[in-house]
């Protein structure tokens, strides 16, 4: 199947779910990132749960704190 991963087109496995996406994608601090399968929030307990799938677009989120 064809999912878009960051603005990227990549070939993966049908079945794939978030939390092996993560994996595969060797996504950095995994425990810090949040996930958005069109536009939609996955919530973290259900990353093993969501499968992706065919056209899907997957976003890998950072939020970071600062200011003053």
């Known amino acids: 199947m064809t999912i878009t991963v960051a603005g990227v087109q990549k070939e993966y496995e049908y ?3 978030v939390a ?10 995994p ?9 939609d929030f996955v919530d973290r307990g ?10 899907d677009n997957v976003e890998f989120l950072y939020f970071m704190g600062g200011g003053h």
């Open 20 to 29: 092996k996406l993560i994996e595969l994608e060797d996504v950095e601090t």
């Open 46 to 55: 259900a990353f093993e749960s969501t499968i992706i799938n065919d056209g």
């Open 15 to 17: 079945g794939i779910n």
């Open 31 to 39: 425990e810090y990132v949040t996930v958005t399968i069109n536009d």
